[in-house]
């Protein structure tokens, strides 16, 4: 069955302290994103990944850096977590040029104290 | 700017009913537009995608239209079910961004009573 898994699903953390956010896929896709929601709003694009160390910032990349070493895994790392990071993070993967087949992991829930 | 709207905010409607939720987007230019299905604490499941100028779609007791002359996109639900209740999102594709950008709307949530 293909998905894009997400670890941890639930995640407190105190304010200044690391964060680190993983994402699997097994479908092989080269594309893979970060996104975040917040009440109210749309999600939002923290980075995409084009593949193996190429990465590119989105909309809202402040505060947040990436890490693919695998195909496979895409991590977000937040370094001295702040309060308004507390969010529900996405990560989704695609094909290259697949609009259409985008698919969503079920988030992390981050709430940073 | 939100470039993707949608309406209306919320909705109840009872078991069995029809509903259809409304999507009117300025993103230009416009590629394609998906709706999604969001469970309370789930991830996204699409439910159609529509690509052409004046397109339709249907995928069970889900029917979709998109006019991208007027960018304005409807989402129907026939017959709903309780598991019904969630938030739909629109979601529209931008081919001119390199970066393959997707423009989300902030969502409709419906909730079917019995």
């Given at each position: 069955d293909m998905k894009v898994t997400q670890m ?14 993983e994402c699997g896929q097994d479908m092989s896709h080269e594309t893979m994103y970060w ?14 990944s084009?593949d ?16 693919r070493?695998k195909r496979e895994h895409f991590s ?14 996405f990560c989704a993967s695609s094909s290259?040029?697949g609009?259409?087949d985008y698919t969503f992991g079920s ?7 | ?42 991830g ?71």
């Amino acid at each position: 069955d293909m998905k894009v898994t997400q670890m941890p699903r639930y995640l407190i953390k105190r304010m200044g302290e690391n964060v680190l956010l993983e994402c699997g896929q097994d479908m092989s896709h080269e594309t893979m994103y970060w996104y975040r929601q917040d009440p109210g709003l749309g999600l939002q694009l923290i980075y995409i990944s084009y593949d193996v160390d190429s990465n590119s910032e989105g909309d809202i990349p402040k505060g947040y850096r990436v890490s693919r070493k695998k195909r496979e895994h895409f991590s977000l790392i937040l370094d001295s977590a702040k309060t308004n990071q507390t969010s529900v993070y996405f990560c989704a993967s695609s094909s290259v040029k697949g609009w259409s087949d985008y698919t969503f992991g079920s988030g992390t829930r981050l709430l940073v104290i | 700017k939100t470039q993707v709207e949608q309406s209306p905010q919320s909705l109840v409607v009872r078991q069995g009913e029809n509903c259809v939720l409304q999507c009117n987007y300025s993103v230009t230019p416009d590629n394609h537009l998906r709706w999604f299905k969001q469970d309370t604490g789930k991830g996204l499941v699409s439910l159609t995608v529509l690509v052409d100028q004046k397109d339709k779609t249907s995928n069970g007791r889900y029917s979709a239209t998109l006019d991208k002359d007027a960018k304005h996109s409807t989402l129907h639900i026939t017959a709903t079910l309780l598991d019904d209740t969630a938030t739909y999102i629109c979601v529209v594709g931008d081919r001119g961004s390199a970066l393959g950008r997707l423009h989300f709307g902030a969502g409709t949530q419906l909730i079917v009573i019995p």
